[in-house]
T-cell receptor, first 116, second 113 residues
Framework: DGGITQSPKYLFRKEGQNVTLSCEQN?????MYWYRQDPGQGLRLIYY???????QKGDIAEGYSVSREKKESFPLTVTSAQKNPTAFYLC???????????????FGAGSRLTVL | QKEVEQNSGPLSVPEGAIASLNCTYS??????FFWYRQYSGKSPELIMS????GDKEDGRFTAQLNKASQYVSLLIRDSQPSDSATYLC?????????????FGSGTRLLVRP
């Protein structure tokens, strides 16, 4: 079955550590996205990528980094520069730009990061 | 800052009633709107999409769009306890040379048996 796989599902980080969240899709989608969700909040865009080897900052990119070396993969690194990283992280993909009904977002199951 | 606004709720309705969820948006250039359902601790799943003024029906769900008033709504008929979840409204917004979805903070719906 096609879908998006995020790992790990739960992750604990000590202050000062970098951690990387994995996102893999087998939907042959061009665009991939990382969102952050805090309790009682909507989704905020961290980074997005429309094609391989290209990505753009979203609204809250500070303290995060990404890479897009393969179409299927879009890992997110939460660096020690992110001062409040505890949140639910969601990876999503779409066939093209999220600008029409044909390009709706498909989400992974999410990764919950907690800073100890 | 382009925004999508929702009442956080909770909206509590009895089983079998119609639940009405509302959303307003600030960007007049937004073309497409989406309703996602999110169960606690889970990822969002698409319920409805709407692009033109008027109503769009899919089973128990009806999405309504009024671009002049910058207003989107979702009606759930014959509400079931399994509909209890947070409903996220999202609209497209222009960012640099591409588009992104702007999400509201969600409305929590509680359907009482």
């Amino acid at each position: 079955d096609g879908g998006i796989t995020q790992s790990p599902k739960y992750l604990f980080r000590k202050e000062g550590q970098n951690v990387t969240l994995s996102c893999e899709q087998n939907l042959n989608h061009d665009a991939m996205y990382w969102y952050r969700q805090d309790p009682g909040q909507g989704l905020r865009l961290i980074y997005y990528s429309q094609i391989v080897n290209d990505f753009q900052k979203g609204d809250i990119a500070e303290g995060y980094s990404v890479s897009r070396e393969k179409k299927e993969s879009f890992p997110l690194t939460v660096t020690s520069a992110q001062k409040n990283p505890t949140a639910f992280y969601l990876c999503a993909s779409s066939k093209g730009q999220a600008s029409s009904g044909a390009n709706v977002l498909t989400f992974g199951a999410g990764s919950r990061l907690t800073v100890l | 800052q382009k925004e999508v606004e929702q009442n956080s709720g909770p909206l509590s309705v009895p089983e079998g009633a119609i639940a009405s969820l509302n959303c307003t948006y600030s960007d007049r250039g937004s073309q497409s709107f989406f309703w996602y359902r999110q169960y606690s601790g889970k990822s969002p799943e698409l319920i409805m999409s709407i692009y033109s003024n008027g109503d769009k029906e899919d089973g128990r769900f009806t999405a309504q769009l009024n671009k002049a008033s910058q207003y989107v709504s979702l009606l759930i008929r014959d509400s079931q306890p399994s509909d209890s979840a947070t409903y996220l409204c999202a609209g497209t917004g222009r960012m640099d040379s591409s588009y992104k979805l702007i999400f509201g903070s969600g409305t929590r719906l509680l359907v009482r048996p």
